[in-house]
């Protein structure tokens, strides 16, 4: 009997596991850390054999192949012991897409990948179709296989997925733009990241779907590389030769081999230039498979967007706050600034993945009256910023911060929490960060 050792128990390991024992395999789940209390009682259920708190060498290193958490880098110890005796390592994406035969419609990209994804959903779903949503949201991608029977999956994918992925094949495409990311987990070199995301292209025919961003600079010089074996959609602002998705005279225009759709760009219920892309990539997604017109409409004018995504919290002496936190790097935030109206208090910091802050610098000197470092360390921040700002604070706590900015804004002015960084020195997750945001600006 083949034997799958799982790497990692949370969502996307504990699914895989449940799929690999559903399948008839041995199945063993090893968590370095504390697995929680939800994912001990699934695999229970599923009898289900794991260990925490450590990996049991002489029970991982006799798999036949071994499912890693994307989280897991490939520089952990226990995963270089793996690759040393040759023992396949891949990803739960890769492996739940052998057990299904349904349509993927895959979606990465630096920036706007969750918000395309659930708007995607959104239509897919409004319109009638039997669809799962899976990847960085949702349930498990295996999870579903194993228990649902969806004729279509819209799945995120980081780049870290991508990067256990081999077979697998999205049957559309979606990359939404490529800035540095990550660049802890890919040696500081850039071409590293970008190879990874346009992992989301491999295995596709000339039967499939590739949607990007025509107007990134990185997509396109990469373009010229490569020899795409698929139908290409590009979208952009501006009408070009081979755009299919654009801007002409205030109206969205969608023009797939299928139908060409057109609604006025302001009915658009997402705001600012980067939801437009979102819009733009999900519209052609859904009309690339059909979806009729009016379904496609509707949901692009009802969509309510995605938590902790420029999410509007509340207003407070004349001061609104905005809750940013999914910005885990410098481009989420300058889209988050480019949109802002009014002057801001910027709230920065966290884990820094390498970060380039020159590419906000223009906006903060522009938009920003003042800045809190919400972090352990903001000696990075402190060194860039300083003197280009005129109110800098420190905070330790989301408490402090929201007190700090609460003290620092004007009435008119936005408070906004885009911190640019991963949220792991002071919270849980990006989540976590944005609900405690959100809990004392309602306290206030």
């Not at 690999?20 to 850390?33: E, I, L």
């Not at 780049?159 to 990550?182: R, V, W």
């Not at 230039?273 to 819009?279: K, R």
């Not at 509007?312 to 001061?319: F, N, P």
Request: one cysteine or more.
């Amino acid at each position: 009997m083949k034997r799958i050792v799982i790497l990692g128990a949370g969502e996307s390991g504990a699914g895989a596991a449940i799929l690999a024992a559903k399948q008839g395999f041995d199945v063993f789940v090893s968590d370095f850390g504390e697995i929680k209390h939800q994912y001990k009682l699934l695999l229970d259920k599923h009898h289900i054999r794991w260990e925490e708190k450590q990996h049991t060498e002489s029970l991982i290193l006799n798999a036949d192949e071994v499912i890693k958490s994307p989280g897991i880098p490939d520089k952990a110890p226990m995963v270089k012991a793996l690759r040393e005796k040759k023992i396949p390592v891949i990803s739960e994406i890769e492996f739940a897409g052998r057990y299904t035969k349904a349509k993927m419609i895959c979606i990465t990209g630096s920036n706007g990948k969750t918000t395309t994804t659930m708007l995607i959903y959104h239509i897919l779903k409004e319109a009638g179709l039997n669809v799962g949503l899976a990847g960085n949201v949702g349930d498990s991608l295996a999870l579903q296989v194993a228990e649902k029977n969806f004729d279509y999956y819209v799945v995120e994918l980081s780049s870290f997925q991508l990067d256990g992925m081999t077979e697998f094949k999205a049957d559309i495409a979606i990359l939404m733009n490529i800035t540095p990311d990550h660049l802890d987990r890919y040696n500081y070199e850039f071409q590293n990241y970008i190879d990874s995301k346009f992992r989301i292209i491999q295995n596709q025919t000339e039967k499939d779907a590739f949607i990007f961003w025509n107007d990134d600079p990185v997509i396109r010089n990469e373009l010229k590389k490569r020899n795409i074996q698929s139908a290409i959609y590009p979208f952009s602002l501006e009408k070009e030769e081979k755009t299919k998705a654009f801007i002409e005279n205030n109206q969205l225009i969608i023009n797939t081999l299928n139908n060409i759709f057109t609604m006025p760009a302001s009915e658009l219920s997402l705001t600012g230039i980067h939801n437009t892309y979102n819009s733009m990539a999900a519209g052609l997604a859904a009309s690339i498979i059909s979806v009729r017109k009016e379904n496609i409409r509707q949901s692009l004018q009802d969509f309510q967007g995605v938590e902790h995504r420029l999410e509007y919290v509340a207003t407070v002496r004349d001061v609104k706050y905005i809750n940013d936190s999914k910005a885990t790097n410098v481009n989420s935030c300058w889209y988050a600034l480019q949109s802002m109206r009014t002057p801001v208090v910027l709230i920065l910091g966290g884990t820094d993945k390498g970060n380039d802050y020159s590419e906000i610098e223009e906006l903060v000197k522009e938009k920003v009256t003042g800045m809190i470092f919400l972090g352990v360390d903001n000696e990075k921040l402190h060194l860039f910023f300083d003197g280009k700002v005129e109110k800098i604070a420190d905070a330790r706590s989301m408490q402090e911060c929201v007190q700090a900015a609460y003290h620092m804004a004007k009435p008119g002015e936005t408070v906004l929490l885009s911190p640019c960084c991963a949220s792991f020195d002071l919270f849980e997750n990006y989540e976590d960060r944005g609900n405690q945001f959100k809990v004392c600006v309602r306290n206030l």
